[in-house]
Protein backbone atom coordinates (compact mmCIF):
# COMPACT_ATOMS: atom_id res chain seq x y z
CA UNK A 1 0.00 0.00 0.00
CA UNK A 2 1.13 3.59 -0.71
CA UNK A 3 0.59 7.06 1.14
CA UNK A 4 -1.68 7.94 -2.26
CA UNK A 5 -4.05 5.22 -1.11
CA UNK A 6 -4.58 6.54 2.54
CA UNK A 7 -6.95 9.02 0.76
CA UNK A 8 -3.95 11.87 1.99
CA UNK A 9 -4.18 15.50 -0.02
CA UNK A 10 -1.64 16.25 -2.36
CA UNK A 11 -0.01 18.89 -0.16
CA UNK A 12 0.23 15.99 2.41
CA UNK A 13 1.51 13.46 -0.36
CA UNK A 14 4.37 15.59 -1.61
CA UNK A 15 5.49 16.60 1.99
CA UNK A 16 5.65 13.07 2.74
CA UNK A 17 7.49 12.31 0.20
CA UNK A 18 10.12 15.16 1.19
CA UNK A 19 10.60 13.53 4.31
CA UNK A 20 11.76 10.61 2.64
CA UNK A 21 8.46 8.11 3.26
CA UNK A 22 7.15 5.77 0.87
CA UNK A 23 5.31 3.09 2.25
CA UNK A 24 2.89 4.01 4.84
CA UNK A 25 4.10 1.83 8.42
CA UNK A 26 1.17 -0.63 9.70
CA UNK A 27 -0.77 2.50 12.19
CA UNK A 28 -0.38 4.75 9.66
CA UNK A 29 -2.08 2.11 7.20
CA UNK A 30 -5.08 0.97 9.57
CA UNK A 31 -5.33 4.86 11.37
CA UNK A 32 -5.25 7.32 8.37
CA UNK A 33 -8.07 6.17 6.48
CA UNK A 34 -10.24 5.62 9.79
CA UNK A 35 -9.65 9.33 11.19
CA UNK A 36 -10.56 10.69 7.33
CA UNK A 37 -13.79 9.37 7.89
CA UNK A 38 -14.40 10.92 11.11
CA UNK A 39 -13.95 7.59 13.56
CA UNK A 40 -12.76 7.75 17.01
CA UNK A 41 -9.53 5.46 17.67
CA UNK A 42 -8.09 3.56 20.39
CA UNK A 43 -4.61 3.12 19.44
CA UNK A 44 -2.27 0.98 20.89
CA UNK A 45 1.07 1.55 19.84
CA UNK A 46 4.54 2.39 20.98
CA UNK A 47 6.34 5.27 19.53
CA UNK A 48 9.05 4.40 16.59
CA UNK A 49 5.71 2.88 14.99
CA UNK A 50 4.92 6.00 12.75
CA UNK A 51 1.95 6.60 15.27
CA UNK A 52 2.51 10.55 15.22
CA UNK A 53 2.06 10.63 11.47
CA UNK A 54 -1.19 8.41 11.56
CA UNK A 55 -2.81 11.53 13.42
CA UNK A 56 -0.82 14.49 12.32
CA UNK A 57 -1.92 13.65 8.15
CA UNK A 58 -5.52 13.23 8.88
CA UNK A 59 -5.69 15.92 11.27
CA UNK A 60 -4.06 18.76 8.86
CA UNK A 61 -6.03 16.96 6.24
CA UNK A 62 -9.37 17.52 8.20
CA UNK A 63 -8.25 21.14 9.51
CA UNK A 64 -7.32 22.40 5.70
CA UNK A 65 -10.67 23.47 5.17
CA UNK A 66 -12.34 26.41 7.99
CA UNK A 67 -10.09 28.86 10.04
CA UNK A 68 -9.87 29.33 13.43
CA UNK A 69 -11.26 32.36 15.48
CA UNK A 70 -8.85 33.74 18.19
CA UNK A 71 -8.85 31.66 21.92
CA UNK A 72 -10.67 28.69 20.09
CA UNK A 73 -8.26 26.24 18.62
CA UNK A 74 -9.66 24.27 16.01
CA UNK A 75 -7.89 20.62 17.54
CA UNK A 76 -6.04 19.72 20.42
CA UNK A 77 -3.12 17.29 20.80
CA UNK A 78 -2.42 16.26 24.94
CA UNK A 79 1.31 15.25 25.83
CA UNK A 80 2.54 14.00 28.28
CA UNK A 81 6.08 15.93 28.51
CA UNK A 82 7.22 19.33 27.00
CA UNK A 83 9.42 17.30 24.92
CA UNK A 84 6.97 15.09 23.41
CA UNK A 85 5.08 18.04 22.28
CA UNK A 86 7.54 19.75 21.34
CA UNK A 87 8.43 16.71 18.86
CA UNK A 88 4.82 16.69 18.04
CA UNK A 89 5.12 20.14 16.96
CA UNK A 90 7.92 19.58 14.82
CA UNK A 91 5.84 17.00 13.11
CA UNK A 92 3.56 19.53 12.05
CA UNK A 93 5.94 21.60 10.67
CA UNK A 94 7.35 18.81 8.61
CA UNK A 95 4.05 17.52 7.13
CA UNK A 96 2.23 20.78 6.98
CA UNK A 97 4.65 22.54 5.12
CA UNK A 98 2.88 22.65 1.93
CA UNK A 99 -0.32 23.98 4.11
CA UNK A 100 -1.38 27.43 5.94
CA UNK A 101 -2.10 26.05 9.18
CA UNK A 102 -1.43 27.58 12.57
CA UNK A 103 -0.32 26.09 15.54
CA UNK A 104 0.97 26.89 19.24
CA UNK A 105 2.45 24.83 21.75
CA UNK A 106 1.71 25.24 25.45
CA UNK A 107 4.27 23.85 27.21
CA UNK A 108 5.56 25.03 30.75
CA UNK A 109 8.78 26.49 31.26
CA UNK A 110 8.49 28.78 28.08
CA UNK A 111 7.19 31.95 27.61
CA UNK A 112 3.57 32.51 29.13
CA UNK A 113 3.05 35.67 27.21
CA UNK A 114 4.21 34.47 23.81
CA UNK A 115 1.64 31.53 24.43
CA UNK A 116 -1.58 33.80 25.44
CA UNK A 117 -0.65 36.11 22.06
CA UNK A 118 -0.19 32.98 19.52
CA UNK A 119 -3.67 32.18 21.37
CA UNK A 120 -5.00 35.55 20.65
CA UNK A 121 -4.12 35.04 16.71
CA UNK A 122 -5.91 31.57 16.66
CA UNK A 123 -4.95 28.16 16.48
CA UNK A 124 -5.37 24.92 14.43
CA UNK A 125 -3.37 22.78 15.99
CA UNK A 126 -2.89 23.36 20.04
CA UNK A 127 -0.35 21.13 20.98
CA UNK A 128 0.05 21.36 24.87
CA UNK A 129 0.87 19.10 28.05
CA UNK A 130 -2.60 19.30 30.55
CA UNK A 131 -0.83 21.97 33.24
CA UNK A 132 -0.28 24.34 31.05
CA UNK A 133 -3.54 24.02 28.97
CA UNK A 134 -5.35 24.50 32.49
CA UNK A 135 -3.80 27.28 33.73
CA UNK A 136 -4.32 29.29 30.51
CA UNK A 137 -8.33 27.99 30.39
CA UNK A 138 -8.44 29.10 34.14
CA UNK A 139 -6.87 32.52 33.36
CA UNK A 140 -9.31 32.84 30.83
CA UNK A 141 -6.57 32.71 27.98
CA UNK A 142 -8.30 30.06 25.93
CA UNK A 143 -11.68 28.53 24.94
CA UNK A 144 -12.09 24.66 24.46
CA UNK A 145 -15.87 24.89 22.97
CA UNK A 146 -14.32 25.07 19.16
CA UNK A 147 -12.05 21.69 19.53
CA UNK A 148 -13.33 19.06 16.84
CA UNK A 149 -10.42 17.09 17.18
CA UNK A 150 -8.62 15.92 20.39
CA UNK A 151 -5.54 13.32 20.49
CA UNK A 152 -4.54 11.94 23.45
CA UNK A 153 -0.91 10.88 23.00
CA UNK A 154 0.94 8.14 25.45
CA UNK A 155 -2.25 8.03 27.60
CA UNK A 156 -0.76 5.32 29.57
CA UNK A 157 2.04 7.99 30.31
CA UNK A 158 -0.12 10.52 31.39
CA UNK A 159 -2.01 7.62 34.01
CA UNK A 160 1.37 7.33 35.01
CA UNK A 161 2.46 10.98 35.54
CA UNK A 162 -0.93 11.57 37.82
CA UNK A 163 -2.12 13.20 34.41
CA UNK A 164 -5.37 11.65 34.46
CA UNK A 165 -7.67 13.73 36.28
CA UNK A 166 -6.38 17.25 34.60
CA UNK A 167 -7.24 15.02 31.18
CA UNK A 168 -10.97 14.04 32.70
CA UNK A 169 -11.21 18.03 33.30
CA UNK A 170 -10.20 18.90 29.94
CA UNK A 171 -12.28 16.33 28.40
CA UNK A 172 -15.26 17.76 29.97
CA UNK A 173 -14.34 21.24 28.73
CA UNK A 174 -14.23 20.11 25.25
CA UNK A 175 -17.65 19.77 22.65
CA UNK A 176 -19.95 16.26 22.84
CA UNK A 177 -19.37 16.04 19.06
CA UNK A 178 -15.82 15.69 18.05
CA UNK A 179 -13.41 12.62 17.08
CA UNK A 180 -10.78 11.56 19.35
CA UNK A 181 -7.92 9.56 18.79
CA UNK A 182 -6.27 7.97 21.80
CA UNK A 183 -2.74 6.35 21.75
CA UNK A 184 -1.15 4.22 24.31
CA UNK A 185 1.88 2.02 24.18
CA UNK A 186 0.27 -0.26 26.92
CA UNK A 187 -3.15 -1.28 28.25
CA UNK A 188 -3.89 -1.31 31.64
CA UNK A 189 -7.62 -1.37 32.66
CA UNK A 190 -7.63 2.05 33.78
CA UNK A 191 -6.42 3.07 29.82
CA UNK A 192 -9.49 0.92 28.82
CA UNK A 193 -11.97 2.68 31.12
CA UNK A 194 -11.02 5.77 30.19
CA UNK A 195 -10.79 4.42 26.10
CA UNK A 196 -14.78 4.06 27.09
CA UNK A 197 -15.31 7.32 28.39
CA UNK A 198 -13.53 9.28 25.75
CA UNK A 199 -14.34 7.62 22.66
CA UNK A 200 -17.44 6.82 20.87
CA UNK A 201 -16.95 3.45 19.02
CA UNK A 202 -13.93 4.10 18.67
CA UNK A 203 -11.52 1.38 15.79
CA UNK A 204 -8.93 -0.66 18.11
CA UNK A 205 -6.24 -0.61 16.02
CA UNK A 206 -3.15 -2.80 17.43
CA UNK A 207 0.09 -2.93 15.75
CA UNK A 208 2.20 -4.53 17.90
CA UNK A 209 1.13 -6.74 20.65
CA UNK A 210 0.49 -4.85 23.90
CA UNK A 211 3.59 -4.02 26.20
CA UNK A 212 5.58 -5.98 23.18
CA UNK A 213 9.31 -5.18 22.42
CA UNK A 214 10.51 -4.40 19.42
CA UNK A 215 11.66 -7.15 17.28
CA UNK A 216 14.49 -5.05 16.08
CA UNK A 217 16.03 -4.40 18.99
CA UNK A 218 18.99 -6.96 20.62
CA UNK A 219 18.10 -6.99 24.48
CA UNK A 220 21.23 -8.06 26.99
CA UNK A 221 21.03 -8.13 31.11
CA UNK A 222 24.26 -8.17 32.87
CA UNK A 223 23.85 -9.16 36.69
CA UNK A 224 25.80 -7.92 38.78
CA UNK A 225 26.35 -9.27 42.57
CA UNK A 226 24.11 -8.36 45.34
CA UNK A 227 24.93 -4.90 46.91
CA UNK A 228 27.47 -3.55 44.46
CA UNK A 229 28.41 -0.17 44.47
CA UNK A 230 27.55 2.62 41.60
CA UNK A 231 31.09 2.20 41.22
CA UNK A 232 30.77 -0.62 39.71
CA UNK A 233 27.67 -0.04 37.57
CA UNK A 234 29.70 2.65 36.34
CA UNK A 235 32.45 0.20 35.22
CA UNK A 236 30.32 -2.03 33.69
CA UNK A 237 28.15 0.69 31.56
CA UNK A 238 31.54 2.33 30.20
CA UNK A 239 32.61 -2.01 29.49
CA UNK A 240 29.41 -2.27 27.14
CA UNK A 241 29.66 0.87 25.74
CA UNK A 242 33.76 0.18 24.33
CA UNK A 243 32.51 -3.54 23.70
CA UNK A 244 29.99 -2.58 20.91
CA UNK A 245 31.61 0.32 20.60
CA UNK A 246 28.42 2.15 20.52
CA UNK A 247 27.85 4.70 18.03
CA UNK A 248 25.35 6.99 20.03
CA UNK A 249 22.61 6.08 23.05
CA UNK A 250 20.94 7.23 26.00
CA UNK A 251 21.34 5.72 29.57
CA UNK A 252 18.43 5.64 31.83
CA UNK A 253 18.66 6.23 35.60
CA UNK A 254 15.84 5.88 38.09
CA UNK A 255 17.09 8.35 40.01
CA UNK A 256 17.94 12.62 39.17
CA UNK A 257 20.60 12.05 41.45
CA UNK A 258 22.50 9.43 39.60
CA UNK A 259 21.71 11.27 36.36
CA UNK A 260 24.34 14.01 37.34
CA UNK A 261 26.51 11.23 38.45
CA UNK A 262 26.38 9.23 35.86
CA UNK A 263 26.98 11.81 33.54
CA UNK A 264 29.44 13.24 35.61
CA UNK A 265 31.68 10.34 35.86
CA UNK A 266 30.87 9.32 31.78
CA UNK A 267 32.24 13.05 30.94
CA UNK A 268 36.03 12.68 33.23
CA UNK A 269 36.12 9.58 31.45
CA UNK A 270 36.53 11.37 27.72
CA UNK A 271 32.78 10.48 27.32
CA UNK A 272 30.65 13.65 24.95
CA UNK A 273 27.90 13.18 26.81
CA UNK A 274 24.84 15.02 28.46
CA UNK A 275 21.89 14.75 30.68
CA UNK A 276 18.61 15.78 31.16
CA UNK A 277 16.45 15.85 33.99
CA UNK A 278 13.20 17.35 35.00
CA UNK A 279 15.18 19.88 37.31
CA UNK A 280 17.11 21.53 34.33
CA UNK A 281 15.17 24.92 32.93
CA UNK A 282 13.31 24.08 30.33
CA UNK A 283 16.30 25.97 27.52
CA UNK A 284 18.82 23.97 28.96
CA UNK A 285 16.46 21.04 27.99
CA UNK A 286 15.81 21.89 24.49
CA UNK A 287 19.18 22.50 23.70
CA UNK A 288 20.52 19.32 25.27
CA UNK A 289 18.34 17.41 23.47
CA UNK A 290 19.21 19.17 20.07
CA UNK A 291 22.84 18.20 20.61
CA UNK A 292 22.28 14.95 20.76
CA UNK A 293 19.91 14.90 18.08
CA UNK A 294 22.08 16.76 15.96
CA UNK A 295 24.80 14.51 17.01
CA UNK A 296 27.04 17.15 19.18
CA UNK A 297 26.67 14.74 22.05
CA UNK A 298 27.00 10.99 21.78
CA UNK A 299 25.43 9.58 24.85
CA UNK A 300 22.86 11.50 26.81
CA UNK A 301 22.21 10.44 30.45
CA UNK A 302 18.62 10.85 31.04
CA UNK A 303 15.56 9.98 33.98
CA UNK A 304 12.37 8.70 32.58
CA UNK A 305 9.69 11.43 32.89
CA UNK A 306 12.74 13.81 30.99
CA UNK A 307 13.28 11.01 27.80
CA UNK A 308 10.08 9.05 27.69
CA UNK A 309 9.05 9.02 23.85
CA UNK A 310 11.86 10.88 21.92
CA UNK A 311 12.40 10.64 18.91
CA UNK A 312 15.87 10.03 17.68
CA UNK A 313 15.91 8.02 14.61
CA UNK A 314 19.40 6.51 14.42
CA UNK A 315 19.87 5.77 18.10
CA UNK A 316 22.52 2.58 18.41
CA UNK A 317 22.34 1.40 22.29
CA UNK A 318 19.67 2.31 25.14
CA UNK A 319 21.38 1.42 28.64
CA UNK A 320 19.44 0.61 31.61
CA UNK A 321 21.93 2.10 34.27
CA UNK A 322 19.27 0.98 36.68
CA UNK A 323 16.60 -1.83 36.04
CA UNK A 324 13.41 0.34 36.22
CA UNK A 325 10.71 -0.36 39.05
CA UNK A 326 7.78 0.08 36.49
CA UNK A 327 7.92 -2.80 34.02
CA UNK A 328 6.25 -0.48 31.72
CA UNK A 329 8.90 2.04 31.46
CA UNK A 330 11.25 -1.02 30.21
CA UNK A 331 9.38 -1.14 27.52
CA UNK A 332 9.40 2.70 27.02
CA UNK A 333 13.09 3.08 27.50
CA UNK A 334 14.22 0.39 24.89
CA UNK A 335 11.82 1.63 22.19
CA UNK A 336 14.27 4.63 22.26
CA UNK A 337 16.47 2.45 19.90
CA UNK A 338 15.46 -0.10 17.23
CA UNK A 339 13.17 2.60 15.46
CA UNK A 340 11.50 1.89 11.70
CA UNK A 341 12.97 -1.51 11.81
CA UNK A 342 15.98 -0.10 12.33
CA UNK A 343 18.84 -2.55 14.47
CA UNK A 344 19.43 -1.39 18.04
CA UNK A 345 21.21 -2.66 21.17
CA UNK A 346 19.40 -2.24 24.97
CA UNK A 347 21.03 -3.24 27.94
CA UNK A 348 20.38 -3.81 31.70
CA UNK A 349 22.87 -3.57 34.52
CA UNK A 350 21.18 -5.24 37.10
CA UNK A 351 22.00 -6.29 40.36
CA UNK A 352 20.72 -9.67 41.84
CA UNK A 353 18.51 -8.10 44.05
CA UNK A 354 16.80 -6.16 41.04
CA UNK A 355 15.48 -9.98 40.26
CA UNK A 356 11.68 -8.97 40.26
CA UNK A 357 11.52 -6.36 38.36
CA UNK A 358 13.43 -8.25 35.84
CA UNK A 359 11.41 -10.87 36.51
CA UNK A 360 8.49 -8.16 35.96
CA UNK A 361 10.02 -6.86 32.88
CA UNK A 362 9.94 -10.18 31.61
CA UNK A 363 6.16 -11.02 32.48
CA UNK A 364 5.04 -8.21 31.10
CA UNK A 365 6.81 -8.38 27.79
CA UNK A 366 6.21 -12.23 27.68
CA UNK A 367 9.96 -13.43 26.93
CA UNK A 368 13.29 -13.04 28.60
CA UNK A 369 15.98 -10.03 28.73
CA UNK A 370 19.06 -12.91 27.57
CA UNK A 371 22.01 -12.52 29.83
CA UNK A 372 24.79 -11.00 28.06
CA UNK A 373 28.44 -12.23 28.05
CA UNK A 374 30.51 -9.10 28.16
CA UNK A 375 33.49 -9.12 26.79
CA UNK A 376 35.86 -7.82 29.36
CA UNK A 377 37.63 -4.85 28.94
CA UNK A 378 41.01 -4.12 29.88
CA UNK A 379 41.34 -2.60 33.45
CA UNK A 380 43.05 0.62 32.46
CA UNK A 381 40.31 1.68 30.51
CA UNK A 382 37.63 0.93 32.76
CA UNK A 383 38.81 2.20 36.37
CA UNK A 384 37.76 5.09 37.53
CA UNK A 385 39.95 7.82 37.65
CA UNK A 386 42.27 7.56 40.55
CA UNK A 387 43.43 11.41 40.82
CA UNK A 388 41.97 14.27 42.29
CA UNK A 389 38.66 14.32 39.65
CA UNK A 390 37.55 11.25 41.10
CA UNK A 391 36.73 12.51 44.43
CA UNK A 392 34.41 15.56 43.01
CA UNK A 393 32.46 12.51 41.51
CA UNK A 394 32.69 10.81 44.48
CA UNK A 395 31.71 13.64 46.61
CA UNK A 396 28.61 13.98 44.68
CA UNK A 397 27.71 9.95 45.72
CA UNK A 398 27.76 11.28 49.70
CA UNK A 399 26.30 14.79 49.56
CA UNK A 400 22.46 14.17 50.42
CA UNK A 401 20.92 16.21 47.41
CA UNK A 402 18.02 18.55 48.36
CA UNK A 403 15.72 17.31 45.00
CA UNK A 404 16.28 13.49 45.55
CA UNK A 405 13.03 12.89 44.47
CA UNK A 406 12.43 9.75 41.98
CA UNK A 407 11.33 11.14 38.48
CA UNK A 408 8.94 8.70 39.34
CA UNK A 409 5.34 9.30 38.06
CA UNK A 410 2.46 10.48 40.68
CA UNK A 411 0.22 8.17 41.73
CA UNK A 412 -3.00 9.10 40.03
CA UNK A 413 -4.87 8.25 43.15
CA UNK A 414 -3.59 11.19 45.21
CA UNK A 415 -5.66 13.85 42.91
CA UNK A 416 -5.75 16.63 45.51
CA UNK A 417 -2.66 15.93 47.51
CA UNK A 418 -0.40 15.63 44.03
CA UNK A 419 -2.40 19.27 42.91
CA UNK A 420 0.53 21.26 42.78
CA UNK A 421 3.57 18.77 42.05
CA UNK A 422 1.31 17.06 38.99
CA UNK A 423 0.02 20.34 37.34
CA UNK A 424 2.76 20.52 35.47
CA UNK A 425 4.63 17.42 35.92
CA UNK A 426 5.65 17.35 32.69
CA UNK A 427 7.21 21.09 33.41
CA UNK A 428 9.38 19.42 36.34
CA UNK A 429 9.64 22.79 38.38
CA UNK A 430 13.23 23.50 38.40
CA UNK A 431 14.04 23.87 42.39
CA UNK A 432 17.15 25.60 43.44
CA UNK A 433 20.68 23.94 41.95
CA UNK A 434 21.66 21.03 44.14
CA UNK A 435 24.95 20.29 45.85
CA UNK A 436 25.38 17.79 43.53
CA UNK A 437 24.87 20.01 40.67
CA UNK A 438 27.26 22.29 41.91
CA UNK A 439 29.65 19.88 42.08
CA UNK A 440 29.13 18.17 38.58
CA UNK A 441 29.73 21.72 37.69
CA UNK A 442 33.12 21.68 39.19
CA UNK A 443 35.49 22.94 35.97
CA UNK A 444 37.97 20.96 34.22
CA UNK A 445 41.31 20.24 35.59
CA UNK A 446 43.11 21.45 32.70
CA UNK A 447 41.14 24.85 33.71
CA UNK A 448 42.80 27.37 36.02
CA UNK A 449 42.83 26.93 39.36
CA UNK A 450 40.73 28.98 42.13
CA UNK A 451 40.86 30.00 45.23
CA UNK A 452 37.41 27.64 45.82
CA UNK A 453 39.14 25.04 43.85
CA UNK A 454 42.21 25.31 46.07
CA UNK A 455 39.52 24.83 49.24
CA UNK A 456 38.24 21.61 47.83
CA UNK A 457 41.42 20.09 47.03
CA UNK A 458 42.68 20.29 50.56
CA UNK A 459 39.29 19.19 51.66
CA UNK A 460 39.90 16.46 48.94
CA UNK A 461 43.23 15.76 50.70
CA UNK A 462 41.65 15.23 54.23
CA UNK A 463 39.22 12.93 52.75
CA UNK A 464 41.65 10.89 50.84
CA UNK A 465 43.18 10.94 54.34
CA UNK A 466 40.14 9.59 55.96
CA UNK A 467 39.63 6.63 53.29
CA UNK A 468 43.12 5.76 53.95
CA UNK A 469 42.06 5.38 57.84
CA UNK A 470 39.01 3.75 57.06
CA UNK A 471 40.48 1.52 54.18
CA UNK A 472 38.07 2.16 51.40
CA UNK A 473 37.22 4.97 49.31
CA UNK A 474 33.86 6.73 49.52
CA UNK A 475 32.52 4.85 46.55
CA UNK A 476 32.38 1.75 48.59
CA UNK A 477 30.26 3.33 51.07
CA UNK A 478 26.76 1.79 51.04
CA UNK A 479 24.78 4.18 49.01
CA UNK A 480 22.35 5.39 51.86
CA UNK A 481 24.08 9.25 51.54
CA UNK A 482 25.11 11.18 54.15
CA UNK A 483 22.08 13.47 55.38
CA UNK A 484 22.69 17.24 55.72
CA UNK A 485 26.10 17.96 57.18
CA UNK A 486 26.48 14.08 58.65
CA UNK A 487 29.46 14.24 61.41
CA UNK A 488 30.89 17.42 59.46
CA UNK A 489 28.15 19.65 61.68
CA UNK A 490 29.92 22.64 63.08
CA UNK A 491 29.68 22.64 66.84
CA UNK A 492 27.72 25.33 67.28
CA UNK A 493 25.11 23.91 64.98
CA UNK A 494 24.52 22.00 67.44
CA UNK A 495 23.93 24.88 69.79
CA UNK A 496 20.30 25.33 70.98
CA UNK A 497 18.71 28.69 69.67
CA UNK A 498 18.65 31.01 72.26
CA UNK A 499 15.38 31.11 73.98
CA UNK A 500 14.38 27.60 72.32
CA UNK A 501 13.06 24.97 74.14
CA UNK A 502 15.13 22.19 72.45
CA UNK A 503 18.61 21.28 71.08
CA UNK A 504 18.49 20.76 67.85
CA UNK A 505 20.28 17.11 67.44
P1 LIG B 1 6.82 7.89 15.95
O1 LIG B 1 6.38 6.49 16.26
O2 LIG B 1 5.72 8.74 15.51
O3 LIG B 1 7.62 8.47 17.06
O4 LIG B 1 7.80 7.81 14.66
C1 LIG B 1 9.00 7.12 14.66
C2 LIG B 1 9.90 7.49 13.50
O5 LIG B 1 9.46 6.89 12.29
C3 LIG B 1 10.02 8.98 13.23
O6 LIG B 1 11.40 9.27 13.10
C4 LIG B 1 9.34 9.19 11.91
O7 LIG B 1 9.95 10.22 11.18
C5 LIG B 1 9.52 7.85 11.23
N1 LIG B 1 8.42 7.51 10.30
C6 LIG B 1 7.12 7.78 10.46
N2 LIG B 1 6.42 7.29 9.43
C7 LIG B 1 7.29 6.68 8.59
C8 LIG B 1 7.16 5.97 7.35
N3 LIG B 1 6.00 5.79 6.80
N4 LIG B 1 8.29 5.49 6.81
C9 LIG B 1 9.49 5.66 7.39
N5 LIG B 1 9.68 6.31 8.56
C10 LIG B 1 8.59 6.82 9.16
Known amino acids: MSFADLGLSDELLRAVADAGYDTPTPIQEKAIPNVLMGRDIMGCAQTGTGKTASFTLPMLDILSHGRAKARMPRSLILEPTRELAAQVADNFETYGKYQRLSKALLIGGESMAEQIKSMDNGVDVLIATPGRLLDLFDRGRLLLNDVKILVIDEADRMLDMGFIPDVERIVSLLPKMRNTLMFSATMPREIRRLSEAFLMNPKEITVAAPSSTAATIIQGLVTLKRGSAQKEKREKLRELIKRDDAKNGIVFCNRKRDVSVVCRSMERHGF???????????????????KFKGGNIQFLV????????????AMSHVFNFDVPTHAEDYVHRIGRTGRAGREGHAYTIALSEDSKYVAAIEKLSGKPIPPLGAAKVEAKDTAEPTNAESANTDDAI??????????KPKNPRNRGRDRGARKDAATESAPAETALEKVADAPKKEEPISKTQQKKSSRRERERAREKELGFAPDDLPSDPVKGLGDNAPSFFLNAFPGSKSTSK
Open 398 to 407: VVAPAADKED
Open 302 to 313: CSDVAARGLDIP
Open 272 to 290: NVGQLHGDMSQPARMETLA
